[in-house]
């Protein structure tokens, strides 16, 4: 499918140092791809020549980091991802809860409920991480992170939606050993990897705020 856009097309924010000339949609699935033509202003004042980028289109996501403070563990979960597998990497992946957002929700109700659906835990309490490009050199996605306090106690078995051909395993264990996966490069997804480092950047902190 090929369809011409406008060039001032809804969505986009207006910046006069980007010229839209031509917005299509080659493919749209339960994913979309847009092409763009396109030019934009140069460091030194002037012009690039007309380029042309496609953007895949997925929407935007929020995930969560699971910290029991009194336990001192971090809820983590393990899926495929055939993404990985394709990669040539390990296809079973470490990973934080996380999820799409869907149009009129908040990036707050979905960790929340993601947090339910894939690791059965209740979020007691949100701290923002920050809101991050995933790849933007291909994607417009973006990552709403937090970190959520529950009890870890209970935590561990399978979870996920069966109509969502989700199958996730969940991984209660303690930071200090999470950090330790982390720098054995055990753990290669990078929302885990941002939302691990930032625990160790900010537990001091965290621990003040959910004393």
């Not at 929700?105 to 979905?110: D, I, K, N, W």
């Not at 979870?159 to 996966?181: F, M, N, T, Y």
Request: hydrophobic fraction near 40%; include cysteine.
């Amino acid at each position: 499918m090929s369809t011409t856009g406008d060039p001032s097309s809804p969505g986009l924010p207006p910046d006069e140092r980007i010229e839209i000339i031509e917005k299509t949609t080659p493919f749209k699935g339960y994913f979309r791809v847009d092409r763009y033509r396109l030019r934009h202003r140069k460091f030194d004042g002037g012009w690039t020549d007309e380029m042309a980028r496609e953007i895949f289109e997925r929407g935007h996501a929020a995930a969560v980091l699971l910290y029991d403070p009194t336990l001192d563990h971090v809820v983590l979960i393990e899926q495929f991802r055939l993404g990985a597998h394709t990669a040539g990497l390990e296809p079973w992946l470490i990973e934080v809860v996380a999820g799409i957002i869907d149009p009129g929700e908040t990036a707050e109700a979905v960790v929340r409920r993601e947090a339910v659906e894939e690791a059965g835990c209740a979020i007691t309490a949100l701290h923002p991480i920050g809101r991050f490009l995933a790849t933007p050199g291909g994607s417009s996605e973006s990552l709403e992170i937090f970190c959520g306090r529950v009890d870890a106690s209970k935590a561990g078995g399978i979870h996920g939606l069966d109509h969502e051909g989700e199958d996730i395993r969940v991984l209660p264990i303690s930071r200090a050993a999470a950090q330790q996966k982390l720098a054995e490069g055990a753990i290669v997804n990078m929302t885990a990897v941002v939302a691990l480092q930032w625990l160790a950047l900010n537990y001091t902190e965290l621990m003040r705020i959910w004393k």
